[in-house]
């Protein structure tokens, strides 16, 4: 077994971590840049404060359309290749390469990498990873009535991400974004830094775990959770219930490291947050299932840190890096899912 601990308790600036209580608030990752009063946004956000998403297409395309605040991103179809609720994951070895060309983007530009862009369809991260989950809670289902969704972004290192203006002020600490959809509207949007990682390599049972401290979370203007219409009735109000919420945050996918404990499915993982579990009622972890998991990640990447000792075969039904079948509210749009591409 391959286990492999990454480590970052790097130095933390104070101003860093209170990005969304700061002025100007900053949603969905993003950090306020005090000599312009807004908000640096990460891939796929808007806005002086970040909170407009992106609508369809892929994140390579700058040109893409803005959806308005609080609106549905359900009529925003993803670019062939690409899947996810904001359309940042790619969903086979070519996405990434074929996006980025289209965009001019140029291989012999990228300081430090001359080769060509590729897909990392893992649950681990290398650089800068995106992963698309329902929340699988019947509960939850029943009293939201649409389904809900939850995104989130594990950065490792930023600055190796080949996505235009992705934000690099956490180069040396590892961080996490997440967002909480409803009908296809964001509701909730929270960041906790720093992360430590656990990357287990082993090749029938690739898992990872971040374990995060600092978490904290912001409603969006004009989302249903926060706005009393829950259920469609006056029952909930849940801004102040989410502005509490503290403390440290986990997510592990698959949920168990342990290969006995059943072969969990690699398209599932398992969120450790009292806060979020309260606000929902849910007891325990917040299990969530049919994921995607997508990274645009230069083939240099790969080597190194362990991670091409997985070239074997990342699952017992998968061999030397073919795709496997994706099953869950994406399958349409992904088709065949890739795997980590490690060979050089
Ligand atoms: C911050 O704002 C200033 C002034 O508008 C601008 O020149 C600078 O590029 C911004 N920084 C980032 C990282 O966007
Ligand atoms: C890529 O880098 C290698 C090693 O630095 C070099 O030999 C090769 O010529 C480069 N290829 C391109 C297309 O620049
Ligand atoms: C939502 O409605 C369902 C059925 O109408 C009800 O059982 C449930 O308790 C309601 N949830 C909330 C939070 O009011
Ligand atoms: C992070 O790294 C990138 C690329 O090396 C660099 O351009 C950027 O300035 C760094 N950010 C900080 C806050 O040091
Ligand atoms: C879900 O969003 C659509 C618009 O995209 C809206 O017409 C519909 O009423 C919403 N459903 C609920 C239950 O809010
Ligand atoms: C981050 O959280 C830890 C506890 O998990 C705490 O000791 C530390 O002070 C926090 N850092 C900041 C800047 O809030
Ligand atoms: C929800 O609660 C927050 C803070 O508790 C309050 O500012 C806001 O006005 C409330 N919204 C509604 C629609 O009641
Ligand atoms: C939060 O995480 C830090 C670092 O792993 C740990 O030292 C601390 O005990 C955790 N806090 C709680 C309440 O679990
Ligand atoms: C939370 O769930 C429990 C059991 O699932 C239920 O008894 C309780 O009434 C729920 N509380 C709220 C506020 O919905
Ligand atoms: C939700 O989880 C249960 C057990 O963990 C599983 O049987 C079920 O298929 C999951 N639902 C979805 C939609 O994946
Ligand atoms: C990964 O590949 C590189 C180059 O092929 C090699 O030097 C390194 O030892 C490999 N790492 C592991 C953990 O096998």
């Known amino acids: 077994m391959q286990l492999q601990s990454l480590f970052?308790?790097?130095?933390?600036?104070?101003?860093?971590?209170l990005h969304t209580r700061a002025e100007p608030l900053c949603f969905n990752g993003g950090f306020a840049n005090s000599s312009s009063n807004s908000c640096v946004c990460e891939v796929g956000f808007s806005g002086s404060d970040c909170s407009s998403v992106k609508c369809g297409g892929n994140p390579f395309d700058v040109t893409r359309p803005v959806v308005g605040q609080g609106s549905s991103i359900n009529d925003c179809p993803c670019g062939a290749g690409w899947t996810g609720v904001d359309c940042d994951i790619c969903t086979s070895l070519t996405s990434c390469d074929t996006a980025y060309k289209a965009a001019g983007g140029q291989y012999s530009s990228t300081p430090g990498s001359n080769t060509t862009l590729t897909c990392n369809s893992a649950p681990v991260v290398v650089n800068v990873g995106s992963t698309s989950c329902i929340v699988n809670d019947s509960a939850l289902t029943t009293d939201l009535?649409?389904?809900?969704?939850?995104?989130?972004?594990?950065?490792e290192k930023p600055q190796r991400s080949p996505f235009a203006n992705e934000?690099?002020?956490n180069n040396d600490s590892s961080s996490i974004s997440l967002q909480i959809w409803n009908n296809g509207t964001e509701q909730i949007s929270c960041f906790a830094l720093p992360c430590s990682s656990l990357?287990?390599?082993d090749s029938s049972h690739l898992y990872a775990q971040w374990d995060c401290q600092n978490i904290s979370c912001a409603c969006l203007p004009g989302s249903t959770f926060c706005d009393?219409?829950?259920?469609?009735s006056n029952s909930a109000n849940l801004t102040s219930f989410v502005n509490s919420i503290t403390g440290n945050v986990s997510v592990r996918c698959p949920p168990t490291q342990n290969e006995e404990t059943g072969a969990a499915p690699v398209s599932t993982c398992a969120i450790t947050q009292d806060g979020i579990s309260a606000m929902f009622n849910i007891t325990g972890d917040i299990m969530l299932s049919s994921c995607a998991f997508g990274e645009c990640v230069w083939q240099d990447d790969f080597t190194g840190e362990g991670l091409n000792k997985t070239t074997s075969s990342p699952s017992s039904s998968a061999s030397g890096g073919s795709g496997r079948a994706f099953v869950g509210w994406m399958a349409l749009l992904v088709g065949q899912m890739s795997m980590m591409n490690l060979l050089p």
């Open 145 to 155: 009535g649409d389904q809900t969704l939850v995104t989130f972004q594990r950065r």
């Open 228 to 232: 009393s219409t829950v259920n469609g």
């Open 167 to 169: 934000n690099t002020q």
């Open 199 to 201: 990357n287990d390599l």
């Open 8 to 17: 970052c308790f790097a130095v933390v600036f104070a101003q860093q971590l």
